[in-house]
C-alpha cells in the first residue's frame, strides 16, 4: 500500500507559478513510475508529466517547457514546478504512483486545487 500526501496549491495569477509537492508513504525509488495528473470541471483526468524509477519523463505536450517533474528520492518527494500558468490549467492535481509488481496498480493522493484567475 502506498499513500501519498499533495501540497503546493492554491490561487496564482495567469503567468504565475506554483510548485506542487507529493510526499510517498514509501521509498519512491521503488515505485516504477511517479506522475502527475489533473482533473477540471466536467472533463476527464488527464496526464500532465510522470517519471520512471530510471528517471525517464514525459510530458503533455501542452505543458512542455513550463512544467517540470522532479523528485527527491532521500525525502520520498516528486514536485511539479509549474511555470507561466494559464486560466485554463485551473483544476484538481493529483499525484499517482504506479506500481509494476505482478499487476499494475494505481495510486492515488487526495488531490490539490490550483486555481489560476485573476
Known amino acids: 500500500q502506498v499513500q501519498l500526501v499533495e501540497s503546493g496549491g492554491g490561487l496564482v495569477q495567469p503567468g504565475g507559478s506554483l510548485r506542487l509537492s507529493c510526499t510517498a508513504s514509501v521509498s519512491i525509488a521503488t515505485i516504477n513510475r511517479m506522475g502527475w495528473y489533473r482533473q477540471a470541471p466536467g472533463r476527464q483526468r488527464e496526464l500532465v508529466a510522470s517519471m520512471t524509477s530510471g528517471g525517464r519523463t514525459n510530458y503533455a505536450d501542452s505543458v512542455k517547457g513550463r512544467f517540470t517533474i522532479s523528485r527527491d528520492n532521500a525525502n520520498n518527494t516528486v514536485y511539479l514546478q509549474m511555470n507561466s500558468l494559464k486560466p485554463e490549467e485551473t483544476a484538481v492535481y493529483y499525484c499517482?504512483?504506479?506500481?509494476?509488481?505482478?499487476?499494475?496498480?494505481?495510486?492515488w493522493g487526495q488531490g490539490t486545487q490550483v486555481t489560476v484567475s485573476s
Open positions: 499517482n504512483a504506479r506500481t509494476l509488481s505482478g499487476r499494475l496498480i494505481d495510486y
